[in-house]
């Protein structure tokens, strides 16, 4: 499918061709004008989708991160414990440690 650019400024048309010209050079594939242009629509088509997963991602991280602070103080309290036991059974007393 070709795009048809109509009443569009030409320093805008050259900007989408000089980024085509751009992609070109660092890909090493053609680019025309129509290429990047059908690639501007399909990212800004594509972009709630993309905010979504940002936020579902960001979120998940958000939780993972808690879980491991409560696992870490868990953790932290197991081998107070632990620490505690075996100053009982080596010295039959509890200084508290």
Not at 80 to 95: C, E, H
């Amino acid at each position: 499918m070709d795009i048809r650019l109509q009443r569009v400024e030409p320093d805008v048309v050259h900007h989408i061709e000089q980024r085509a010209a751009y992609l070109t050079e660092k890909t090493g594939v053609n680019w025309t004008r129509n290429d990047y242009v059908k690639l501007l629509i399909g990212e800004d088509y594509n972009k709630p989708l993309e905010i979504y997963k940002k936020k579902k991602f960001d979120e998940i991280v958000e939780t993972l991160s808690q879980r491991m602070a409560e696992q870490e103080k868990t953790f932290q309290e197991f081998m107070r414990v632990q620490k505690q036991m075996m100053t009982l059974l080596l010295y039959g007393g509890d200084d508290d440690v």
